[in-house]
């Protein structure tokens, strides 16, 4: 495996337990993925490697900024693509995105599923504000982090 599969790897599975944890993914994460993407990239291609990352950051973050204005993705989602971006390049993180969007579908559609049953078998109860919000949300982490390692997988 390449050192640009184990960065992915290493990101992903940080990302994933702190969204899962904390229903939020802590700066530092995304900011490694950066800073790990443009030393990969810069040290694949000098210069050429460079324009790579930071075309790549800017289409990480533009790619789902739309899911994010209008209030479906948290912050750390797409600073954690905008991450991804520099490690993967501009057409790679296009790929993965797709990737992204097809897992993150299946997710959903899990968790919604699950949520339903759990319902239907628990009866209604009186929540607090806190765990409405944290029941009404879906970290999308894991589809990210599948996503970008399905875009690897099938590169390779």
Same mark, same amino acid.
């Given at each position: ?27 530092? &994460? ?15 291609? =000098? ?8 075309? @790549? ?8 900024? &739309?899911?994010?204005?209008?209030? @479906?993705? =948290?912050?750390?989602? &797409? ?30 559609? @899990? ?11 628990? =009866?209604?109860?009186?929540?607090? #504000?806190?765990?409405? #919000? ?23």
């Amino acid at each position: 495996m390449s050192i640009q599969v184990w960065i992915a790897i290493l990101v992903g599975l940080a990302a994933m337990i702190d969204d899962l944890a904390r229903r939020q993914i802590a700066n530092w &994460i995304p900011l490694a993925a950066l800073a790990a993407g443009f030393g990969w990239q810069i040290g694949q291609s =000098g210069l050429r490697g460079l324009m790579y990352a930071g075309i @790549g950051t800017v289409a990480g973050f533009a790619v789902f900024l &739309i899911f994010y204005l209008l209030g @479906g993705m =948290g912050g750390g989602d &797409i600073k954690l693509m905008a991450g991804f971006g520099a490690l993967l390049g501009f057409q790679q993180v296009l790929v993965a995105a797709l990737w992204i969007g097809a897992v993150g579908g299946v997710l959903a559609v @899990g968790v919604l599923g699950v949520r339903a049953l759990t319902r239907a078998l628990s =009866g209604t109860k009186v929540m607090t #504000e806190k765990q409405v #919000e944290r029941q009404d949300s879906i970290p999308y982490a894991p589809a990210i982090a599948l996503g970008v390692w399905l875009s690897l997988a099938a590169r390779v």
